[in-house]
């Protein structure tokens, strides 16, 4: 079983806001192979199919952003999901929006929900998605996070969302990281 995991917050007012760039990859991810992310448990709302003749669960943590952890290991307990079977999307900053890049492994790098994430499980070895949401020029960090894209950002947004579910799809099918990081970073 492979876990997809997008992070990011939960209630309507944090809806599409750049925050939420793995809440919305995994959401598109799932309508394309229709799964219905509809069960609440362990700190979260999950849901599983077969996709590519693979059985994959889709998480979205349901404890804010910077405990994102607390669901993550849980799940991946219950369901015997060893971390090289666990891939989470979320935003970058040091990303422009429009790009994506993958990791097998790494720091936090700053980023909370992930942080969260290597705590819980207790090691760094797990595979990224990033998206970039670009670094805010003169605005608040907290601020440019919690806002929406732009309508002249949503375009590149859009672009890097649908790559990031096909890396996602690509990665089902058993391409190595080596292999994702040529074709998407």
Sequence with gaps: MKMIVGLGNIGPQYTETRHNTGFMVVDQFAQDNNI?????????KYGTGIVNGEKVIVVEPTTFMNESGRAVNPISDYFDIPTDDI???????????????????????????????????????????????QH?????????????????????????KDHAVSAIEDWIKGMTIQELENKYN
């Design 36 to 44: 219905e992310i509809s069960t609440r448990k362990m700190d979260a």
């Design 87 to 133: 891939i989470v999307v979320h935003d970058d900053m040091d990303l422009p929006i429009g790009k994506i890049r993958l990791r097998n492994s790494g720091s936090a790098g700053g980023h909370n929900g992930i942080k969260s994430i290597i705590n819980h499980l207790g090691t760094t070895e797990f595979t990224r998605i990033k998206v970039g949401i």
């Design 136 to 160: 805010p020029a003169k605005a608040k960090v907290v601020d440019y996070v919690l806002g929406k894209f732009t309508k002249d950002q949503l375009p590149e947004f859009n672009q890097a």
